[in-house]
């Protein structure tokens, strides 16, 4: 009798310790489950395309730039460049106006703009949103995008582009001008341009000379595209530059980064791609031969846009494009993507 209690004791004890257990891994299986899904739901919501243009037109897609709707914008003016930092997306345009979001895209708000003239593009760096426009005006804020104040220029062409990397700002524009600040975008000095001189090149499509529409930055190499598939590129920090054989005559408007592979695009459609850290470029399959202005990236995903609100969009790291349904008619400049 003693020893069958002794076995009878011993089933129960084996019997709560599998339960234990059990109850253990379900817990365990629990908070994976709710990790999981808090992540993906952080990843879900903050993974926004937001892309500008004409008319103060705003638009944004939530499902990786497969479909775009409409989002209420607070200005009547062009937008012609966005881009998104520290949960915020900053957008600028004609008459210096300067547009911010922080709802991931949802609304925007009218952000204090310290000049009159037009801002063609913006980026972020080191906690610091920097634009640039017409005659060289450079402006930057560090409080988030509220305000912006009037930065030292030392040059009155046009800057139609501005990117951010190796704590060096470097914008570049009309007559193949190139600018950079080293000092989070207080003041910028000129830099030597393998181009020629014409300040009108960014006006006038039949300029002989260039103007330099985009730049970006990837694997240490700063890349600027421009007008006659002018590509030029920097591996100093962008202290000296050097031209880069180019696929295409076409104007090259807008420069993205991702995946080891800058991708540019512009006139006729046209969009080329480098693998080589933009020593050289191929041409793309493009769909369209709308003129594209910008070009981003977001979870794997290149999004181009442009003319009569095309919308491109590469699952195939920029090897080739598909057209997107658009919400709008209007002309879109530039891509940006909260991350």
């Not at 310290?114 to 913006?122: D, F, M, S």
Request: hydrophobic share 30%; proline share 3%.
């Amino acid at each position: 009798m003693k020893h069958l209690l002794i076995i009878l004791s011993l089933f129960l004890f084996s019997l709560t310790l599998i339960s234990c257990a059990k109850k253990d891994s379900s817990s365990s299986s629990g908070t994976t489950t709710t990790t999981t899904d808090d992540t993906t739901n952080t990843s879900s919501g903050s993974g926004v395309f937001v892309t500008v243009g004409s008319s103060g037109n705003i638009v944004r897609s939530t499902d990786n730039g497969a479909s775009f709707d409409n989002v209420t914008s607070p200005t009547g003016n062009r937008l012609w460049g966005v881009t998104f930092a520290n949960n915020t997306f900053v957008a600028v345009g004609e008459s210096g106006n300067i547009v911010r979001s922080t709802d991931n895209g949802s609304s925007f708000d009218n952000a204090t703009s310290p000049t009159a003239k037009n801002l063609y593009q913006v980026v972020f760096g080191n906690n610091t949103f920097v634009a640039v426009g017409y005659s060289g005006n450079i402006v930057r804020s560090t409080d988030n995008g509220s305000s912006f104040d009037n930065a030292t220029s030392p040059t009155s062409n046009h800057l139609m582009g501005v990117t951010y990397g190796n704590n060096t700002f470097v914008a570049v524009g009309a007559s193949g001008n190139i600018v950079r600040s080293t000092d989070n975008g207080s003041s910028f000095d000129n830099v030597t341009s393998p181009t020629s001189n014409d300040p009108l090149s960014c006006m006038i499509a039949s300029s002989p000379t260039i103007c330099f529409r985009g730049v970006t930055f990837g694997n240490n190499t700063f890349v600027v595209a421009g007008q006659s598939g002018n590509i030029v590129r920097s591996t100093d920090n962008g202290t000296t530059w050097d031209n880069v054989t180019s696929p295409t005559a076409n104007y090259l408007i807008g420069v993205s980064f991702a995946n080891n592979t800058f991708v540019a695009v512009g006139a006729s459609g046209n969009i080329v791609r480098s693998t080589d850290n933009g020593s050289s470029f191929d041409n793309a399959t493009s769909p369209t031969s709308k003129i594209l202005r910008g070009v981003g990236f977001g979870n794997n995903t290149f999004v181009g846009v442009g003319y009569s609100g095309t919308i491109v969009r590469s699952t195939d790291n920029g090897s080739s494009f598909s057209t997107v349904t658009s919400p709008t008619a209007n002309n879109l400049s530039g891509v940006g993507f909260s991350e």
